[in-house]
């Protein structure tokens, strides 16, 4: 499927019809969640790709050849996304399922199951420099603009997946409805080894110190970018046009510096005391 040009609305928001059919999000809506699930929870560009990383190879035990073989949509494929259903089939139990939906595209299932949940956020700084860049190389996408322009529609939520403040908002207000983990990507970036100790306390998965070292190794940025099964290279140009750009781009806190000028930097910050006022989370918003 590459329907490139196709945009898919609904409920409101819009996704990219290469990846997304009504039917695919009917069929998230109603996906049927098993007990021992782990489900990554991310607005884009906060980490996904990470955290499926990161996941794979804890639940390999430090075995770094599925993430060196399988490629990470195929191994942690997007609930929403046309081809899940395919890519679950067969699949035993353990499964790891990515998602970028908001809260209430899930909450019916997620209520009735106890899937673990990990929910990935990261500084909406940097993601809107990285989602713009990503705008400019992916074919799927809007053309973004300037940067400009797309921190306009970034803020009033006008972007493909809706908008990042709802997003979090409202998966944090309920996060007491299923079974939560709350993690940063500015946390996996200042500590890697102890984020991952995090981890593997929540998934009741305990890894011995040779296959922790072994994680942190090749999910470190330079590792990460080498590895075809996670750095998006596998792509035709036709979909993602790797001459305007790479997946794997920078990897570091506080990018939006180069990109920012001060009146947007003190506009966001504006946008963000205004939308974010009463949530009880801890954001390196303005790093
Ligand atoms: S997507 O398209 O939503 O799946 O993108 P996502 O994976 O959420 O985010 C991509 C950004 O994450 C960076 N990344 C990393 N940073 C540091 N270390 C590691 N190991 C790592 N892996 C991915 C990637 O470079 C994108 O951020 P930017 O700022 O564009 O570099």
């Not at 035993?92 to 909450?107: C, G, K, Q």
């Not at 989602?131 to 400009?148: E, I, Q, R, S, V």
Request: with cysteine.
């Amino acid at each position: 499927m590459a329907n490139l040009n196709v945009t898919v609305r609904y409920s409101g928001i819009d996704f990219p019809g290469h990846l997304h059919t009504l039917q695919s999000l009917q069929y998230a809506q109603e996906f049927k969640f098993h007990e021992t699930d782990t489900v990554i929870v991310t607005y884009p560009k906060s980490g996904t790709t990470w955290m499926q990383e990161i996941l794979t190879i804890i639940y390999s035990d430090g075995n770094v050849l599925p993430a060196k073989t399988i490629p990470n949509w195929i191994r942690a494929p997007w609930i929403e996304h046309y081809y899940c259903k395919d890519a679950l089939m067969n699949k035993p139990d353990h499964r790891i399922l990515t998602t970028h939906l908001p809260y209430r595209f899930l909450a019916k299932p997620l209520k009735q199951s106890n899937a673990k949940v990990i929910y990935v956020a990261r500084n909406p700084k940097d993601i809107v420099v990285s989602f713009y860049h990503f705008h400019k190389m992916a074919n799927f996408l809007p053309d973004p603009g300037t940067f400009g322009e797309f921190l306009e529609k970034f803020k009033t939520g006008e972007v493909n997946y809706g908008s990042w403040f709802e997003h979090i908002k409202e998966w944090q207000k309920h996060s007491d409805e299923y079974n939560s983990f709350f993690i940063t990507y500015e946390d996996l970036v200042k500590d890697l080894r102890k984020s991952i100790l995090r981890l593997c306390n929540f998934l009741e998965h305990p890894l011995l110190p040779e296959a922790v070292d072994t994680t942190v190794w090749h999910c470190t940025f330079a590792n990460m970018k080498k590895n075809k099964m996670i750095n998006y290279t596998l792509i035709p140009n036709e979909i993602l046009d790797h001459q305007k750009g790479e997946f794997m781009r920078k990897g570091m806190v506080g990018n939006w510096k180069e990109h920012f000028t001060q009146e947007q930097k003190q506009d966001f910050e504006k946008t963000f005391q205004e939308k974010m006022s009463g949530l009880n989370i801890v954001l390196v918003s303005t790093l």
